[in-house]
């Protein structure tokens, strides 16, 4: 794709998201699908002064290894991924993929095997960016297979990722700083706050939030972006929830998930499709089976679910409740190898209480 509205993105990303500097150790991630963004970042980044390096391969490499590798190779882990995550100043992963199903009929026992194997540099990372010395940030480049996912052409995709970016405002990198100072307000209401109630179609789900941190996402780790978030008190999770979209993960999709939980923990769950696959990423380790993530999705240029994550999380009117990994910053204590991001729609008939005050009706904040 040749579009003037890739500069604007790459400018975006290195100025604002991942801040690049002179000298920054830089690397950058992606399919082969990525290149023409990969190329801007590249570029855009040397005339800044840093030191970037790509990091690219094809899908179909991780197809072969699940199905082709041992146990051992399976639970191996390269000194050098080591290495390059104890050095990088700055990370940024493109998602571009050529087939959003590719590992549907993989065994899910040896995703979990990898996933915890992985574990060690998972900590690194997590330990190196909540501290600030690694900055990093997950975006989208458009391609056909994920514009067949949301149901679109390959342009109105491209117009989708633009306008939910704000690529077309006047200043995007001010929109976002905008949306920093507006975020900000709800973030310092929700920090006072003991315990959350959640009402939707079946959906009664209570969490409690005292003495964690919320974080306002405006742009950073994530772009495009909007959604305040937090890390619950982990065993405090009681009640059940119905995720009202297909909830994607390791390329498959799973739908209609209902998770039930009694003292954080999940006693029971089910899906009409991708059951077995539930059970298993829920059985990967202790952590896996409690709450690590709560957020509220808080762009409204984004409307329609897409089978993404990336914008499905953030689409205003939502939230999101993660199982698996807390993120330190917030002060959560979860462990996990298994970070999933399941939405909950809450447009129609949602309400959220806090300290049994209704905080959110229908999508929107009414503090």
């Known amino acids: 794709m040749t579009d003037d509205r890739l500069k604007k993105l790459a400018k975006?990303?290195?100025?604002?998201?991942?801040?690049?500097?002179?000298?920054?150790?830089?690397?950058?991630?992606?399919?082969?699908?990525?290149?023409?963004?990969?190329?801007?970042?590249?570029?855009?980044?040397?005339e800044i002064g840093a030191n970037p390096f790509i990091r690219t391969g094809f899908e179909e490499l991780a197809e072969i290894f699940y199905k082709k590798a041992s146990e051992k190779q399976l639970k191996f882990i390269s000194p050098l991924s080591k290495l390059e995550i104890q050095k990088i100043d700055a990370k940024l992963a493109i998602i571009s993929p050529e087939n959003t199903r590719n590992m549907t009929n993989i065994d899910p026992k040896?995703?979990?095997?990898?996933?915890?194997?992985?574990?060690?540099?998972?900590?690194?990372?997590?330990?190196?960016?909540?501290?600030?010395?690694?900055?990093?940030?997950?975006?989208?480049?458009?391609?056909?297979?994920?514009?067949?996912?949301?149901?679109?052409?390959?342009?109105?995709?491209?117009?989708?990722?633009?306008?939910?970016?704000?690529?077309?405002?006047?200043?995007?990198?001010?929109?976002?700083?905008?949306?920093?100072?507006?975020?900000?307000?709800?973030?310092?209401?929700?920090?006072?706050?003991?315990?959350?109630?959640?009402?939707?179609?079946?959906?009664?789900l209570t969490i409690k939030v005292e003495n964690r941190k919320w974080i306002n996402c405006y742009g950073k780790e994530n772009f495009p972006d909007g959604e305040i978030f937090t890390g619950?008190?982990?065993?405090?999770?009681?009640?059940?929830?119905?995720?009202?979209?297909?909830?994607?993960?390791?390329?498959?999709?799973?739908?209609?998930?209902?998770?039930?939980?009694?003292?954080?923990?999940?006693?029971?769950?089910?899906?009409?499709?991708?059951?077995?696959?539930?059970?298993?990423?829920?059985?990967?380790?202790?952590?896996?089976?409690?709450?690590?993530?709560?957020?509220?999705?808080?762009?409204?240029?984004?409307?329609k679910y897409t089978k993404n994550t990336l914008f499905d999380e953030k689409i205003g009117g939502t939230i999101h409740v993660a199982i698996g990994l807390g993120f330190p910053e917030t002060g959560s204590k979860n462990k996990s190898s298994l970070h999933w991001d399941m939405v909950c729609n809450l447009r129609k008939n949602g309400e959220v209480y806090a300290d049994n005050e209704l905080i959110y009706k229908n999508g929107k904040f009414l503090i």
């Open 12 to 46: 975006i990303l290195i100025n604002h998201s991942l801040r690049i500097k002179k000298d920054d150790f830089f690397m950058i991630s992606g399919g082969i699908k990525s290149a023409p963004l990969i190329k801007e970042v590249f570029e855009q980044s040397l």
């Open 110 to 204: 040896k995703q979990v095997i990898s996933s915890i194997a992985q574990q060690p540099i998972q900590d690194i990372f997590l330990k190196r960016a909540a501290s600030k010395e690694l900055r990093w940030c997950i975006t989208q480049y458009p391609t056909h297979a994920s514009a067949q996912d949301a149901e679109m052409s390959l342009s109105e995709y491209e117009d989708f990722i633009f306008n939910a970016a704000h690529i077309n405002s006047k200043n995007p990198i001010e929109y976002w700083k905008k949306t920093y100072k507006n975020q900000e307000k709800t973030k310092k209401l929700l920090e006072k706050k003991r315990k959350l109630q959640i009402f939707a179609k079946n959906t009664d």
């Open 232 to 303: 619950p008190i982990e065993n405090s999770a009681e009640g059940y929830i119905n995720y009202s979209f297909p909830a994607v993960h390791g390329s498959r999709l799973i739908d209609d998930i209902n998770l039930w939980f009694k003292k954080g923990k999940i006693v029971k769950s089910k899906a009409s499709t991708g059951e077995n696959f539930l059970k298993t990423m829920i059985k990967m380790d202790k952590g896996s089976q409690r709450i690590g993530e709560f957020a509220f999705g808080t762009n409204y240029g984004i409307k």
